[in-house]
């Protein structure tokens, strides 16, 4: 059998990589210079910078797990502490309320005395303990959803900078059942989102009072990185792909056609080169997966092209110390919807994880998401001088940068819009009649590394068990939701894989 696997990101590596350790001729087909996709990581004076995501999730083994067959057990870390992040909102910073879970509370009385709501907007959220069940047939934003049962101040100083923020999509436009269905199912068997989520934070710390966790991981923090940044993980797949005899790698050539031949089908690289592959991973986003499948399978790549897509930005600033007020403390902040900066998010890296600024320098990442997306259109310049203003208003951040890097990620974020299961399904019903075609990627069940992983080894299961044409992933449906939402953390990283 052989197999070839289109695009060079996080998931079409890992479907590579899993192809080769099961002995399987493979080629890998890259249409940029680079590998990795939105994975990153650059290494200049003494910063290390992420230009796409900086971490993952523990909990959802997937990535943690390809780290420690790739030999880089030994170089997971968790965060640093202390792990205090704040919420902006009516141009002041209030911490989030300690023991938050999926944007809801796990600990009575850290919801009961935070500053971010007023009394009467506890009270409406308290409603949510009294109201029977809601739910409706069919999806509905996670913005609809919460404001029936906790009102709209829950919403936008919490929902929406930890889900929305991640997303690059609005909160009243984002999917309850791909995002958070666990949402739906807390209410069915709970019927208050408040009692399922004290309910799971018992449930939590019961776990970890008995010895839960891992090496790595922080006490309470769900995410870990690698000491040399999430582009060890692509240097080491990389790597241990190039060492294979059964696997090739041709960067800079793209798929132009797919046609169909006698149940078969025919690739055309864009250097003129036809390729009769016995079975295709298309690992590419889905406009691109769409145009490769335009003649053959019309039906599938009008599914894809439904699916929207938006455009997000990291901007990374390199300050001494002194240039920052002593009163900023923590691993950074979100941004409300009622505050009128263009930045979404900001994270102090340096505090975040250890080795990622020069002693005596902070390194910040600013992230740029639908409130701040017209500025992508602009200069570098006029990025930066728009994120420095948004940090100075905000922080009292002073001076200049001694480093900055902008990183733009023009109509590459998936947003998981209100439908986005039936246009997924709508793809792979499409492609039923094809079990040489697998789709897998960030465009279908899940936008972070472990789901990206998770979708490339699960695409090269459906092909060699001749199944095909799956974006189905076990652990990116049935936990979606709570890899996004689950910590704190998850909001505070952007570009996500």
């Not at 870990?224 to 041709?250: C, F, K, W, Y």
């Not at 652990?475 to 704190?488: H, N, P, Q, S």
Request: hydrophobic share 45%.
């Amino acid at each position: 059998m052989s197999v070839l696997v289109v695009g060079g990101g996080l998931t079409g590596l890992t479907a590579a990589w899993a192809l080769g350790r099961a002995g399987v001729p493979t080629l890998l087909v890259e249409a940029s210079d680079r590998l990795g996709g939105k994975v990153r990581t650059e290494r200049t004076d003494g910063f290390l910078v992420e230009h796409g995501p900086d971490s993952f999730v523990a909990y959802r083994p997937a990535a943690l797990e390809l780290c420690r067959e790739l030999g880089l057990g030994e170089a997971i870390i968790g965060v640093t502490e202390p792990r205090v992040v704040h919420i902006r909102t009516g141009g002041r910073f209030v911490p989030l309320p300690a023991g938050m879970g999926l944007v809801l509370p796990t600990r009575v009385a850290p919801f009961v005395t935070t500053p971010l709501f007023s009394y009467g907007q506890k009270l409406r959220a308290s409603l949510d303990l009294f109201l029977p069940r809601l739910s409706e047939a069919g999806d509905v934003s996670i913005g609809a959803f919460l404001q029936r049962r906790l009102g709209r101040a829950v919403v936008d100083r919490l929902a929406g900078p930890l889900l929305g923020g991640v997303y690059g999509t609005g909160i009243d436009e984002l999917s309850l059942d791909a995002v958070v269905p666990q949402l739906r199912e807390s209410e069915r068997l709970h019927r208050s989102l408040m009692l399922a989520s004290l309910a799971a934070g018992r449930a939590r710390a019961a776990g970890a009072r008995s010895g839960g966790g891992g090496p790595g991981t922080s006490a309470g923090s769900p995410f870990v990185t690698l000491a040399g940044g999430t582009g060890q993980l692509v240097g080491a797949l990389s790597a241990s792909i190039a060492r294979m005899a059964d696997v090739r790698v041709r960067a800079g050539v793209r798929v132009v056609a797919l046609e169909r031949q006698g149940g078969r089908s025919i690739v055309v690289l864009s250097d003129g080169e036809r390729l009769r592959p016995e079975a295709i991973v298309l690992a590419t986003p889905a406009p691109v997966t769409a145009g490769i499948l335009e003649a053959t399978a019309p039906a599938a790549s009008a599914a894809l092209r439904s699916i929207p897509y938006g455009s997000t930005g990291v901007v990374s600033l390199g300050f001494h110390v002194d240039q920052l007020p002593e009163a900023v403390v923590g691993h950074g902040f979100l941004v409300a919807g009622d505050e009128p900066l263009a930045i979404s998010a900001a994270t102090f890296s340096s505090r975040k994880w250890s080795g990622r600024a020069p002693e005596g320098m902070v390194l910040i990442r600013a992230f740029l998401g639908s409130t701040g997306e017209s500025l992508l259109a602009g200069s570098d310049d006029e990025v930066v001088a728009a994120v420095r203003r948004d940090l100075a208003a905000t922080m009292g951040v002073r001076g200049e940068p001694a480093l900055v890097r902008v990183a733009r990620w023009v109509n590459a974020m998936p947003h998981y819009t209100v439908g986005h299961l039936d246009r997924v399904a709508a793809a792979c019903s499409a492609l039923a009649g094809y079990p040489d075609l697998a789709l897998a990627g960030a465009a279908y069940r899940g936008v972070g590394m472990p789901d990206c992983v998770g979708q490339g080894r699960a695409a090269v299961e459906a092909i060699l068990s001749g199944g095909g044409a799956t974006a189905d992933w076990a652990e990116g449906t049935e936990g979606a939701g709570e890899a996004r939402g689950a910590g704190v953390e998850a909001a505070v990283r952007r570009g996500a894989a």
